[in-house]
């Protein structure tokens, strides 16, 4: 999937540069060590089983009340609906890291938790293949990550906010993972779009059924992606904005 970069205006586009110039330098210095983005994830985190989160207890950073972790399907479950991969990050932002004009949508089954806190969104997850890069960005259903639903047009609005401003795990995984979600933002924009129309079609062909919790629904939109295609495409855009 490619968004019309074009349309962008010259500040988002300057980030983006930004951003894809993080990325690959991420690349060069963990390649230094012959590591990878997935590889400094599990370090020192034992034996990889699938479902567990990694690494054990997730990344959370307390001043931006940004979120990720790590994880495996079984191959069988995955592989032949939407291709290999190794695993894939899942990305979230916590209510106190949203801004107070932000709200919940206000489902049938909505419950407010306990704490407030609790009340998190979920980006989009990113797969990786065996060699440690991204294949694949994708949306989920409300229960595969237990998230509260926001409407896309908030979750694009808090996208920006997504940011791992700390070493712990590693540093440049959570340099890199911050600067993914910029220089895709406007294939996620699309995605979350996308997800909140498979999830209002398919509550329209299965009425009685909670959309939001049926297990035959699972992955809401899925692309395709390329870092080197994008940093190409997103350059190009750039050099035709500033002439």
């Not at 495409?233 to 002439?243: L, Y």
Request: charged fraction near 25%.
């Amino acid at each position: 999937m490619m968004s019309d970069l074009n349309a962008l205006d010259r500040a988002q586009l300057e980030k983006m540069v930004e951003a894809g110039s993080i990325v690959i330098e991420c690349y060069r210095v963990l390649g230094k060590g012959s590591s990878n983005i997935v590889a400094e994830v599990l370090r020192h985190q034992g034996e990889f089983f699938e479902w567990d989160h990694y690494p054990s207890g997730d990344i959370y950073d307390h001043e931006t009340h940004s979120q990720y972790y790590y994880h495996a399907h079984p191959p069988e479950n995955r592989a032949h609906i939407w291709g290999d991969e190794h695993g894939h990050f899942h990305t979230f932002l916590r209510p106190k890291g949203m801004p107070s004009s932000i709200k919940p949508v206000k489902l049938p089954d909505y419950k407010k938790p306990q704490d407030d806190n609790d009340a998190l969104t979920h980006f989009v997850g990113i797969s990786m293949n065996t060699a440690g890069f991204p294949v694949r960005i994708f949306t989920t259903n409300r229960w595969v990550t237990g998230e509260t639903w926001y409407a896309a047009n908030s979750v694009k609005k808090l996208l920006p906010r997504f940011e791992m401003d700390l070493a712990t795990q590693s540093w440049p995984t959570n340099l890199w993972l911050t600067n993914m979600l910029r220089l895709f933002q406007p294939t996620i924009d699309d995605l979350l779009d996308q997800r909140d129309l498979a999830v209002s079609d398919w509550e329209a062909k299965h009425p009685g059924i909670n959309a939001y919790e049926d297990r035959e629904l699972e992955i809401t939109s899925i692309a395709d992606i390329s870092v080197e295609k994008q940093i190409q495409a997103v350059g190009q855009a750039w050099k035709q904005k500033i002439g």
